[in-house]
């Protein structure tokens, strides 16, 4: 087999950028349309000229929050937010199915056997500001064979969750 990649990577690619593109542009025009909205109500002090920089305030809030929602990289972390009142160091854990069609091929941790499906558990160290994951310290992933996956995910169903420990993602995802 060839490690080429597919045409739909490709595509997936290509998207994901142009996403990013226009998300950046977008949280650009919002910044300039934030700026000179500030500008022309610190400059203007009756009412009636006060509409012009109101609304450019109010597209830039649009603007803004339209390129956080289009660019991929923002947009991930905002799915991995926590509470609000969250503040600083989090640590955080995920697990998905790694699929025999990944054409990966890993070893095991607990028995070191070698795996092409199986458990991947992913560990991340982040800083969190109003629960939003600004700066990831650190990443680390665990592979487990589906007998050792099993043992995992029963030990750790049973086991309490203390604070110092990761907490865990609540659906497998497929992949």
């Given at each position: ?22 998300g950046w ?65 989090n ?24 795996l ?16 939003v ?43």
């Amino acid at each position: 087999m060839t490690d080429k990649p597919s045409s739909v990577d490709i595509a997936d690619s290509i998207s994901e950028l142009m996403y990013g593109i226009a998300g950046w542009l977008l949280i650009g025009l919002g910044g300039l349309a934030f700026f000179s909205g500030v500008g022309g109500v610190t400059q203007t002090a009756g009412t009636a000229k006060m509409l012009v920089p109101l609304l450019l305030l109010g597209f830039a809030f649009v603007f803004f929050s339209s390129g956080v929602l289009v660019n991929p990289r923002l947009r991930r972390r905002l799915d991995r937010r926590c509470g609000i009142s969250r503040f600083g160091r989090n640590k955080t854990a995920d697990r998905r199915v790694l699929s025999a069609a990944e054409n990966r091929r890993e070893s095991c941790v607990n028995c070191g056997s070698s795996l092409t499906k199986g458990l991947v558990r992913r560990y991340r160290d982040e800083f969190v500001l109003a629960g939003v994951p600004i700066w990831t310290a650190s990443e680390n992933r665990n592979f487990y064979c589906p007998n050792c996956a099993v043992e995992q995910v029963s030990a750790h169903n049973v086991a309490d969750n203390d604070d110092d420990e990761p907490t865990e993602g609540a659906t497998l995802e497929a992949k």
